[in-house]
Structure formats: structure tokens, C-alpha cells
């Protein structure tokens, strides 16, 4: 089965620093793996996607991920944070299927930008 | 175009009480998917439907919950004699097909059990 390690609940860091939020999956298949971003009293979007290819992923508004294979891991970072990166941060993965796909979330990480 | 819409936005019921909470997902998006979000647990996948079939039943976190979804569009999340555990923000999201596909999810439905 299929799992996701999101360490961190709350990382709080200053406005222009940069930032790694971490995310570790366990699965004996090969799998795709998700960052989906929840800003305050708002629906979950798509942050950026690992499906194949460049371990290295961007995504929108300057974020970007590796994956790791050989760490299990795929780390969401930012060179400089923004105020409006005030989010929760949330780290998926999904077995790619054999029939079909069941998207594992994390626990989430609240990132807090302060000024 | 829309985007995946949940109805009703707020729901607040008593202990015992049955509730229906909707999805409408996106026009095309044969894949619909039901997840729990509390408070500290994160997102808890509940079901997912491909077409109107549901292949995995195993997050249902009892047998007071069920769900359909008919015409492979509208789906219902029923949860049956509300216990104040159940309370939570339901959210559904829908996607194109399978295999990495992004998922497009919708506000959620915020339900209270008194």
C-alpha cells in the first residue's frame, strides 16, 4: 500500500527566504507524485505533478519539486517566499495503476510567510 | 467553463440524522473522487468512481456511508444516522481520466453534527 510522510505540520519562515517542504512516499510500485496547494478558505489545486521524465518539476508561482527515487522523496521548495505563499501545502502520490488511480494526500504542511 | 461544484456549502444537522451531500463535477470528467478533510488528519480518501462504477469502496469509514454517482456525472455522498465523529469538510473532485491526471476539486461541504 501506498503511503505519504509530510514531517512537517507548520513551517513558518521569513518573507524573500527560501523554502523545502518535505515529503517522503512509501510504495513497492513505481508511482506519481502530486503538490497540491489549499490557500485559506479555498479548494485544493494542482501545484505541480511528477509523472515521468526530468526528476526536477516546475510548477506555478516559482515552486518546484525533485524526485528522488532512491530517497522515496520529493521535496517542495521555493527560492524566495511571497506574503500570498500563505498556504497549506499538501504532498500526494499515486501507484501508477494497474486499473485504475488512487491518489494518497499527506497530512498537510501550513506554510507561514511572515513579513 | 465551471468548475466541480458542492452542494450544500454548510451543512449543520443532529446526531442521528441522515444527510445527502452533492457533486457536480466537471462536464466530460470521467473519474470523481470523495475525500474527508478533519482538522490535523488531512485529506482521507473515501471513494472514487470511474463512470458510474465505484472499483474501490475501502475508504468508507463504515457501513453508514454509501455513494452513487448516475449518468456518469452527479454523485451523492449518504451518510446515514450522523454521528458527531462524522464532522468535516467533504470534498469531491473530478478528473479526466486515470493515470496522473490532475484532479480538479471543488469547495467542499462543510458538515456539522450537534
Known amino acids: 500500500a501506498q503511503s505519504v510522510t509530510q514531517l512537517d505540520s507548520q513551517v513558518p519562515v521569513f518573507e524573500e527566504a527560501p523554502v523545502e517542504l518535505r515529503c517522503n512516499y512509501s510504495?513497492?510500485?513505481?508511482?506519481?507524485l502530486f503538490w497540491y496547494v489549499q490557500y485559506p478558505n479555498q479548494g485544493l489545486q494542482l501545484l505541480l505533478k511528477?509523472?515521468?521524465?526530468?526528476?526536477l518539476v516546475k510548477g506555478i508561482n516559482g515552486f518546484e519539486a525533485e524526485f528522488n527515487k532512491s530517497q522515496t522523496s520529493f521535496h517542495l521548495r521555493k527560492p524566495s517566499v511571497h506574503i500570498s505563499d500563505t498556504a497549506e501545502y499538501f504532498c500526494?502520490?499515486?501507484?501508477?495503476?494497474?486499473?485504475?488511480?488512487?491518489?494518497?494526500f499527506g497530512t498537510g504542511t501550513k506554510l507561514q510567510v511572515i513579513p | 467553463g465551471a468548475g466541480v461544484s458542492q452542494s450544500p456549502s454548510n451543512k449543520v444537522t443532529e446526531k442521528g440524522k441522515d444527510v445527502e451531500l452533492r457533486c457536480d463535477p466537471i462536464?466530460?470528467?470521467?473519474?470523481l473522487y470523495w475525500y474527508r478533510q478533519s482538522l490535523g488528519q488531512g485529506l482521507e480518501f473515501l471513494i472514487y468512481?470511474?463512470?458510474?462504477?465505484?472499483?474501490?469502496k475501502s475508504g468508507l469509514p463504515s457501513d453508514r456511508f454509501s455513494a452513487e454517482r448516475t449518468g456518469g456525472s452527479v454523485s451523492t455522498l449518504t451518510i446515514q444516522r450522523t454521528q458527531q465523529e462524522d464532522s468535516a469538510v467533504y470534498l469531491c473532485?473530478?478528473?479526466?481520466?486515470?493515470?496522473?491526471?490532475?484532479?480538479?476539486f471543488g469547495p467542499g461541504t462543510r458538515l456539522t453534527v450537534l
Open positions: 500526494a502520490v499515486s501507484d501508477i495503476p494497474g486499473g485504475y488511480q488512487k491518489v494518497t
Open positions: 510504495s513497492s510500485v513505481s508511482v506519481y
Open positions: 462536464s466530460g470528467h470521467t473519474a
Open positions: 473532485a473530478s478528473s479526466l481520466a486515470l493515470g496522473g491526471a490532475e484532479q480538479f
Open positions: 468512481f470511474q463512470g458510474n462504477s465505484a472499483p474501490d
Open positions: 511528477y509523472l515521468s521524465g526530468s526528476t
